[in-house]
């Protein structure tokens, strides 16, 4: 391993050849076993205020065989331990805070702290969700502005923000087409999906009781219109199309394609997970969109918190308003705010309450700091994907030719010939200092490089991103080895996910102390000295 | 603008390097015709005060100044101010999903504990990375019911949170589930007459809630044992997981739902919160969500990986056990971190502390001339009571005494509309229960 | 490099030999430049509500030649660069969050959250220190219960909460103490001081207007009582004893010294930066002490921040009181709070306002938590020091055998024999995960290690620590070279600490850029490719 | 307890380990009547929700719901929510000096940013890593100009902040420093005709405060040449540094003394703030406090140092030039990070708004009969008014208002009981300008 290392730590010297590490260097990190290992009976972490009314006996409360005693290796440690754990666990993370997150799709862009600081206010983050709208003005006017600017921004006209999550928005909007079709007759059969789209999509459909159907993209990338003539026949009842698509192109004939869905009387869907291509430039709503979802934690930079949580506006045409999900947030005619459920025509709820409010609040947030300046944002995204395209487009094979919007996709098919493939690839810019790219995404291209860079880096990291990738390249000519093996910085080297799948092991048990391959304290606890 | 990391020379810099002329020749793939030439009618641009006095102004238009009784399926309970000084570190707060596991080894060793803990409370085998929420947990768990099983109809009781029954309603519609209901005996447990066999057989799940919307524990072990009686599965709904510090676990469900919020979770009107759900080892791969497993590198360190992703949309597509991708992971920290520091002791004096609390506001309400407990059952921190006018009514009085009132059991059961919910956890002093109640007193003294 | 990287490398290894670095690994970490070196024209980080009024001409307001323009050099980045460059540098540090930090004297303790969180309450961070005493009353009823919790611990009468650390404490005393001799007709001309002493004591003495004295301490390592009553002339104002000594041994005898000094006329002053030996145990008061400081940051767990504040309260024997700085806080009759500036005999002020409010207030809080539990945190600091105390005292040598209290102070007489020094075992200690102890302090021990664990850390992390030592020590002996040019961990080795001093380069300036050793991206801005 | 990391049993084992039957035997080295049997008499045990509760008590007896116009050296300035996030990361919070470098390179790296930023600011060629505050860097920077000089008097102005002034007196009486004060003319500025030859030869340095305590800027250059014409040094203190941001440096005083707290910095009742001292490199030996200098590592890699040392009392004891060992390292830090965010522009609008708001609300209260303004000196932000009665019978019917009035300048100078000091900045919102000029009109209107 030192030869390897060797090539990781020398970059960060003087004089080094460019396309060097240049980014990154190794520095001490702490290990830490689970916390699981440093319990021990009778360590406490948070105490609380003595009760004040007299205590109860749980066995004469609850009947003796209601009552459990204390959980078998439940956790006691202290509240210094628990710091420190979390502490030291946090430090073997990459993220935002740190640098450039480039995967593609997933929109990793700069998480403002002012929005953190609001979430928390006393008045926002301790309102209970059955309170009476009376109660409750505040929030529910938070969610009416935010409904607000997201009509303005995507060009549609009516909304429901209490999906979740994109997938779950996803599975709102094809409910509501469901509906809608459903009211004028037939329900119809199928979704159309192009083989470009998140797996998200086809998932949903089927829960919305439809039969995925996926149509093929042209050899430009784009939806191929006459295929989709042939395919969009009466038992279709919506294409779900995401514009700009995985391959971060724009589809260029989106208007078009609604027309041939709308002749047929069927619906177009559009996955709105891209829209930081569009915010400011273009709306959905004009070019021929009925129904789209938004993801509220990539475009509008509410943070991913390690895989969540996340919002997934709906946004529809009037068509479509009455199937909107309850309830619905509706301001009367003196001014004030209220919840509407009851209406008779919606497709339910898809989650309790109003959703993920403390998600909503922040997307409002950072609408409300661009205001019409997200345009800028958008710019400036579209700007950096171009920048890097241009930067490493001679060195990846870039298999879709067409303008770039917020991301681009390469293949590996040049590196293959020396054994070197997009994971190792994606491994290796570890060690220059950056999380990887999406690897293996969109499936219509092998071996996808997905890159997005989002809005929220600066000349200066596109311009280390362009030389680490350039460097990659060349090593995967020069010496395929060492990104094979990648990565070389890591506390953990590549993980074996395979033996992990095998046998999986999905919970600490006691037992397992012993077996634990790395030593953590615990194997010390017996004492230093033999 | 101070999120944009870039200068006006920089973009130009950068413009000449493509090969632009114009940053609108980089929008060249978007029909003319569509594109925007006005800017966008959205108010700002605000400066960070502007947006903090904005929100400051909302939060004043809230019930600050109100004490509240509401529980109805998200709890007020003491929270550390360390989970949330940890949480916000950007190395957790900013970062992905854990795909790339060799520099996300702090957010998978963190999950891998999250499942663990999952798993000690509910006694069940293996527990996933967290769902939306309770609500999409328990309607999952009848879908994964339904594959396990191979059957379609589920029998859900009435006393399972009117909001997750909707929520499963709306779900199972189209995936051919049909959702039958269970009526409640006046103890507020499920009606285990209503429970036949007839109806029980040929069901892919009887699905129960404990504590249920009522406050009310039921018999899981009994239930468990009808349910298995006829090749049903048991699927247990927690929505006050509190209680699992000192209520015995749902160990005989096959199936276990929880929605996480009581466990360090700001209420925030509704979410963000952390769905969870817990199973038999033999039903993992029926499982929805991720999952974090223990793997080692090539010298055999420990480290974590998100594993058995075969059941996973991004993998299986429409094949897929869901189609659930970002999930609730921060909450899924902030509870982990939240029972770390609470522990063994500190869970289930908690749970004690409810538990007395819950008694001693039950006892002073029900000296109020005409107001009585509903339901006979065994209750953890929250009761049904029955009063001598609609509880809309009281509310509106109580508002006048800045007091957030019962909920109204009316809103989703029209037979109960004199039956109110109160919840009262180790957050809500004595001085408040009893001004309560005598607030409740004279209210119902004042004739109408 | 790499054998030693080996070395520093394979303990992370599963079946490694005891005595291997079991606590830390590596970890990539992220190169960043000087904040100046991101700077570009036009960038903003921050900005600010428009304003309100009519704006006026600067030129017009001040005068053409009161006017400076925009400042040369000065920063312009956004907010994503201004928390990316925090921190990537945070990132460079070690601290208590991360794991044992056993500075002797230092006490460095865990500094708990929640202090964190009231010290910001808007109506306690807000407050203004012009503001009346009638719009002061929390904050002054904070000042005023920490005096009285400060004054059951040490068994004093009074106290002053003004100075803003221990030296400014030593100070204070300092100048009651000649201000009560004065009034009794002579402020004498010296003050002794041990030669164990911390030299903020002896800097602290001149600004007082003293001469100092230093005394010897005998071979226990205690103060020499003869040598003592040779030295107690009638021209002596004061001894200055630290107690426990900075040995980490309290001194038997302190009574016996406070007779010899009061038999002469002369005060007995006390350093309490060491108070965490004693809390809950013994008071300060009961032994003969007449002044002593306190070091809130210490021995009451508020926040060092990287080098202060701190809070160095100063409390007095009932005779010392008249001499107080001004303004004190008192409570009139009606219960309510005033500050009393009107006390003619008074020192006058050593700070403006009321010392380090937002310090004090950390420190109550700290109290809080304890409450007469504090004894229990003491208890645990001295069995930490003397487990680990125990646990190395055959591989290092511990020239005063006196038993230890909150620290042990060893010394490198015996790796000194194969060329090792304190510094250097220091420095190695940070390849096992560790921040240093204290070196070459206290001057009495030659190449002392003065180790200070605190109540903070737990078993295990003392078994951690007493494994580091013992393997340095042995690798003192087997590989001295390892150990002497230590740490090989960290992002940067050894610096040049001479070199710095030689030629001061104690700012940025433009020019810097290119003579900066460590490439860092501005080396790149002119774009990857030549 | 929550902060102790131990559990009863390993407590037992580690005493064994050092062979002590009980606790009590690790004290034996305490005198047996010297050690407390009693458990000393405090408050507590508090659980963290308890401490939250009496802090919140606290908080609310002070001047919650009050508008100030105080500033009189302590200054309310926006703050953004950045810098408070980074300043509480555990690696930058719960660090120590950084002796060790090679682990406390982020700290190191930002007090030379502090250091930079400072020199910047002040046009002056080196800056030290912080003093106390703005009163004992002023103080430290007379003792400094008494050992370049040679001499023991010093000149200050009566127009530098009282309290500074009091610290400077309690400092240099057993230094054997004489202390003189020059008095201020009507303009408010330093009165040059009593600042004659005469008293200023011989003199270590003349000490001014520009914008001095009446908030009237000194004529720095003027005042250096006549310092320096007579061998003194020209020591000039700034308490409110958002000045510098429109206002010219003072380049030519040999010795700046710097009270931080306007960048970001919180009034917190007082502190902790942070001062600093920045001067001429060739004063650089005889500075007080800390110093990061740049360095390199054996492979050439740029690192930085606490350096030049042999300057501090851990070395050099009683010969060094100071006693201050801990400093304000953490608010030297909140400084730099809020200077980065504010930047070259936005430090500049900081300052022209805080110039504008105060001319409006000049403008406004000298529409009311009976004010005028009391000095005619240049002002960035505060001024102050003579009024027709007694400033402090004017605050009893301000606060009446919900308003703190002017500062009392009868406090110091018992010849201005009529005049007080309004401190305008760019968070007072022109309605609350109004709103003091209205109730101010209203209060002088009714007769006493
Ligand atoms: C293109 C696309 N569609 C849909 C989704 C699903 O959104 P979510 O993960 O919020 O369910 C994603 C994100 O993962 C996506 O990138
Ligand atoms: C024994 C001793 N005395 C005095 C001091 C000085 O205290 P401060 O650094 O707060 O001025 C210290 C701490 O550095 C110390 O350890």
């Keep these: 391993m030192n030869s390897k290392l060797t090539e990781t730590e020398a970059p960060a010297r003087p004089g080094e050849p460019a396309g060097m590490i240049r980014k990154a260097g190794r520095h001490v990190s702490q290990n830490e076993g689970l916390i699981f290992e440093k319990s021990a009976p009778g360590k406490r972490g948070m105490e609380l205020p003595p009760l004040d009314v007299p205590a109860c006996n749980p066995a004469a409360a609850l009947g003796a065989d209601f009552v459990r005693d204390g959980i078998e290796g439940f956790p006691e440690v202290s509240e210094i331990e628990v710091i420190r754990h979390f502490t030291r666990l946090s430090t073997w993370n990459y993220a935002i805070d740190l640098g450039m997150y480039p995967l593609g799709s997933c929109t990793m862009k700069y998480n403002p702290r002012v929005n953190e600081y609001v979430a928390r206010l006393d008045g926002l983050a301790t309102e209970h969700p059955q309170q009476s709208a009376g109660l409750s003005q505040g929030c529910l006017r938070i969610i009416h502005d935010l409904k607000e600017c997201l009509l303005a921004i995507t060009g549609m006209d009516a909304a429901t923000l209490q999906p979740v999550a994109g997938a779950q928005g996803e599975l709102a909007g094809l409910l509501m087409i469901r509906a809608y079709l459903e009211s004028r007759g037939n329900p119809r059969k199928k979704v159309l999906i192009p083989d470009s789209a998140h797996g998200t999509n086809p998932a949903s459909v089927v829960i919305a009781g439809y039969e995925v159907r996926n149509i093929r993209s042209n050899d430009r990338g784009q939806i191929d219109t006459d295929h989709l003539r042939e395919f969009a026949t009466e038992d279709v009842a919506a294409l779900m199309v995401t514009n700009p698509s995985t391959l971060g192109v724009f589809e260029e004939r989106i208007h078009e394609i609604a027309g041939i869905l709308h002749e047929r009387g069927a619906l177009l869907y559009m996955d709105g997970a891209n829209m930081n291509a569009l915010a400011g430039i273009a709306r959905p709503g004009d070019f021929g969109v009925d129904v789209m979802h938004l993801n509220l934690h990539k475009t509008f930079s509410t943070p991913h918190g390690g895989g969540g949580p996340g919002a997934g506006p709906v946004m529809v045409k009037k068509i479509l308003e009455p199937f909107l999900p309850v309830p619905v947030v509706v301001r009367t005619d003196d001014g004030r705010f209220a919840l509407d459920a009851n209406r008779p025509r919606s497709i339910g709820r898809v989650r309790a309450y109003c959703g993920n409010f403390g998600v909503l609040l922040r997307a409002l947030a950072y609408i409300l700091a661009y205001g019409p300046?997200?345009?800028?944002?958008?710019?400036?995204?579209?700007?950096?994907?171009?920048?890097?395209?241009?930067?490493?487009?001679?060195?990846?094979?870039?298999?879709?030719?067409?303008?770039?919007?917020?991301?681009?996709?390469?293949?590996?098919?040049?590196?293959?010939?020396?054994?070197?493939?997009?994971?190792?690839?994606?491994?290796?810019?570890?060690?220059?200092?950056?999380?990887?790219?999406?690897?293996?995404?969109?499936?219509?291209?092998?071996?996808?490089?997905?890159?997005?860079?989002?809005?929220?880096?600066?000349?200066?990291?596109?311009?280390?991103?362009?030389?680490?990738?350039?460097?990659?390249?060349?090593?995967?000519?020069?010496?395929?080895?060492?990104?094979?093996?990648?990565?070389?910085?890591?506390?953990?080297?590549?993980?074996?996910?395979?033996?992990?799948?095998?046998?999986?092991?999905?919970r600490w048990r006691p037992s397992d102390e012993d077996r634990r391959p790395e030593t953590s304290a615990v194997g010390l606890s017996k004492g230093p000295r033999p | 603008m101070r999120y944009l990391p870039k200068s006006p020379a920089e973009r130009e810099q950068m413009l000449q390097a493509v090969g632009a002329r114009s940053v609108d020749e980089l929008f060249r793939s978007i029909p003319e015709t569509f594109r925007l030439r006005a800017p966008l009618p959205l108010p700002g641009p605000l400066s960070e005060a502007e947006i903090i006095q904005y929100f400051q102004a909302r939060a004043a238009e809230n019930s600050r100044g109100f004490v509240s009784f509401l529980g109805a399926g998200v709890y007020s309970h003491l929270r550390s101010v360390v989970t949330d000084s940890l949480v916000q570190r950007g190395e957790f707060l900013t970062s992905y999903t854990p795909y790339q596991a060799e520099i996300s080894q702090g957010t998978l060793t963190a999950i891998f504990e999250f499942q663990t803990l999952m798993c000690q409370l509910t006694a069940q085998e293996v527990a996933n990375a967290s769902m939306y929420d309770g609500s999409t947990a328990l309607t999952e768990a009848a879908l994964m019911a339904n594959r396990i099983t191979g059957k379609s109809r589920v029998l859900v009781a009435r006393s399972v949170h009117p909001e997750y029954r909707e929520v499963l309603r709306t779900y199972a519609k189209h995936t051919g589930i049909e959702v039958e209901e269970i009526a409640y005996q006046?103890?507020?447990?499920?009606?285990?007459?209503?429970?036949?066999?007839?109806?029980?057989?040929?069901?892919?799940?009887?699905?129960?809630?404990?504590?249920?919307?009522?406050?009310?524990?039921?018999?899981?072990?009994?239930?468990?044992?009808?349910?298995h009686a006829s090749g049903a599965l048991l699927v247990a709904g927690i929505a006050e997981p509190v209680s699992l510090g000192i209520v015995r676990p749902p160990a005989e469900a096959d199936i276990v739902a929880i929605e996480g919020q009581a466990f360090g979770v700001p209420p925030s009107y509704g979410g963000p919160y952390v769905g969870v759900i817990a199973t038999r080892e033999k039903f993992v791969r029926q499982m929805p969500g991720r999952l974090a497993g223990q793997s080692a590198d090539d010298q055999g360190r420990r480290g974590f990986v998100l594993t058995l992703a075969t059941r996973e949309q991004h993998i299986r597509r429409e094949k897929a056990t869901s189609n659930i991708c970002t999930n609730e992971a921060l909450y899924a920290l902030v509870t982990t971190i939240h029972l770390c520091l609470l522990g063994k002791e500190g869970l289930r004096e908690m749970a004690l502390q409810n538990l007395s609390k819950a008694r001693f506001a039950l006892a002073e309400l029900e000296k109020i001339p005409g107001v009585r407990r509903a339901f006979s059952g065994r209750f953890f921190n929250e009761f049904a009571l029955e009063f001598p006018r609609s509880v809309k009514l009281i509310n509106a009085a109580l508002l006048r005494e800045k007091i957030a009132g019962p909920f109204v059991l009316g809103r989703h059961y029209p037979e109960l509309t004199k039956r109110g919910l109160v919840c009262v956890t180790e957050t809500m002093p004595r001085a408040e229960i009893e001004r309560f109640a005598n607030a409740l007193r004279r209210i119902l003294e004042t004739p109408l």
């Design chain 1, 373 to 506: 300046g997200i345009r800028q944002a958008t710019e400036d995204a579209v700007l950096n994907a171009n920048y890097i395209r241009n930067g490493i487009e001679d060195a990846y094979d870039l298999p879709y030719k067409l303008p770039s919007m917020h991301e681009v996709v390469f293949s590996d098919s040049r590196q293959k010939r020396h054994g070197v493939n997009t994971m190792d690839i994606a491994k290796r810019l570890i060690d220059y200092g950056f999380h990887p790219y999406t690897t293996a995404f969109p499936l219509i291209v092998p071996g996808a490089l997905m890159i997005e860079p989002t809005e929220s880096e600066s000349k200066e990291e596109c311009d280390l991103f362009i030389a680490a990738m350039r460097s990659i390249a060349a090593e995967a000519e020069s010496n395929p080895e060492i990104v094979k093996t990648a990565p070389h910085s890591t506390r953990v080297g590549r993980l074996d996910e395979v033996a992990a799948a095998r046998k999986p092991i999905l």
């Design chain 2, 186 to 227: 006046p103890s507020g447990e499920l009606d285990r007459a209503a429970l036949n066999q007839t109806r029980l057989s040929g069901a892919a799940a009887l699905i129960v809630q404990s504590p249920n919307f009522f406050g009310v524990l039921e018999d899981v072990p009994a239930l468990a044992e009808a349910a």
